[in-house]
């Protein structure tokens, strides 16, 4: 406000000081026009002039402001009306993130009438019915979605959605794969495909979805362990089915082994893919083959099915299995469990051939505090052996207060399962069994999944 009063007074007195300048200068202006003689000073003329000119610019900008004030209100209006349009999307997807149905309806109806951007307050009256439970008028909107090339995808991700609700799969796979062919690289549309193949048991269908849910970098809610999970169980469940499907083993035996040790490769702690693939080496004639597979799976994580295999595969005398099966236990484990876990399944083994003195040393070789339900189980066997009554009744009541032994256990819902199955029985989690220590979670075990 002060620079301006001080640029008046300068431009006041620039305007004093040219008015003094031109009224000092001598001159005279003379001139006739329609007969008449007209005589002046030449420093009014000048100032004539000026004046003339001024007023002209004046009228001409104030007839502009007339004939442009119709448009100008009509822009002023136009653009009150998109910012109030815009106002109301904004509150509207507020409400919808803060669960208002009401709300979110009422500022989407506000929106639709204010703006004309379809593909906007389209998606807002989608989302707000589908928040509100009235799916029809949701898959309306989302169905409109799908007519701009902008937000088809949009669209086929919220009919998916809504069909999954509704229980239909079929609609549901088909708006999921339609949205994954627009866009190639989405994970979101990648993970309903998934869900929705592996659900179906197509296995070999689900495993691009997954190759570009595992690409995705921005990924939060899925770590690299469940994607190699699920990797390994499409693999191993589709040499399943390849076996069903064509009995003769020499057919496809070459691609199941390769898919199998490819499952192995991404998670190696998946031992009946290792033990699946001892039986397709015994099938195909060369069981010697299964022998490194099956060490390198014993190796990751120790089981008493795998030692056993091993035990036939290497056709030795009993001490040798034993020395054979301890070095496959890596001295200086830096899972120190993992590698207790394993002396406990060479103990069990050396128990079942008779070799009971060597059984105890591998359980004595086990701290106290870090033996299982397992260990003490088969110390009490040991001591019934030996018709010690009072060391059955220690171990079994240290078994009752130790950690308990691996099982599969959801990752997602905590239930147990006697097997591995591709889905939890519970929460129909795709790939969620874990083969973990259970402590901690539901004691249920559900039935054999198939």
């Known amino acids: 406000m002060f620079g301006r009063l001080i640029g008046l007074v300068v431009l006041v007195f620039l305007g004093g000081a040219l008015a003094s300048w031109l009224a000092a200068q001598p001159g005279m202006l003379a001139f006739e026009w329609f007969g008449w003689q007209v005589e002046m000073r030449t420093s009014l003329a000048v100032a004539i002039l000026v004046f003339t000119a001024v007023a002209l610019l004046f009228v001409d900008r104030l007839l502009r402001g007339l004939l442009n004030l119709p448009a100008w209100l009509g822009r002023n209006l136009a653009r009150r009306r998109t910012d109030s349009g815009h106002r109301a999307l904004a509150l509207g997807l507020m409400a919808v993130s803060a669960g208002e149905p009401d709300e979110a309806r009422r500022q989407a109806a506000r929106a639709q009438r204010l703006l004309s951007a379809p593909h906007l307050t389209d998606l807002l009256s989608a989302q ?136 192995l490769t991404a998670w190696p702690e998946f031992w009946p893919a290792a033990l699946r693939l001892a039986d397709l080496y015994e099938e195909s004639g060369t069981p010697k083959k299964a022998i490194k597979p099956l060490e390198k799976s014993f190796r990751a994580m120790p089981h008493t099915d795998v030692a056993a295999r091993l035990a036939e595969l290497w056709q030795v005398n009993e001490g040798s299995q034993i020395s054979r099966l301890l070095r496959l236990i890596p001295a200086d484990a830096t899972d120190v469990a993992l590698a207790d876990e394993g002396r406990c399944v060479v103990a069990e083994h050396a128990l079942m051939k008779g070799l009971i003195g060597e059984a105890r040393r591998l359980l004595e070789d086990i701290s106290a505090s870090r033996r299982d339900v397992a260990a003490w189980r088969l110390i009490g066997q040991i001591a019934r052996e030996d018709e010690d009554d009072d060391s059955v009744t220690a171990a079994l009541q240290q078994a009752g207060d130790a950690p308990r032994s691996r099982r599969w256990q959801c990752t997602s819902c905590q239930l147990v399962h006697d097997e591995w199955a591709s889905h939890c029985g519970g929460c129909t989690g795709f790939a969620t069994l874990g083969w973990q220590r259970p402590d901690g979670a539901t004691p249920m075990l559900a039935a054999k999944v198939e």
């Open 128 to 263: 707000a019915a589908h928040l509100a439970g009235d799916s029809q008028a949701a898959g309306r909107y989302f169905t409109s979605l799908i007519q701009d090339s902008d937000t088809a995808f949009l669209g086929h991700i919220g009919l998916a959605r809504l069909a999954l609700e509704d229980d239909r799969t079929d609609d549901a796979l088909a708006s999921a794969r339609q949205a994954l062919g627009l866009r190639p690289k989405s994970a979101m549309a990648a993970r309903q495909v998934l869900a929705l193949e592996a659900e179906r048991g197509n296995w070999a269908a689900a495993m691009p979805a997954l190759q570009i849910v595992a690409s995705d970098r921005d990924r939060s809610d899925i770590d690299d362990a469940i994607i190699a999970r699920q990797r390994a169980a499409l693999f191993y469940l589709d040499t399943l089915d390849q076996a069903e499907a064509n009995p003769n083993v020499k057919d496809t035996a070459k691609d199941q082994i390769t898919r199998l040790n490819a499952a």
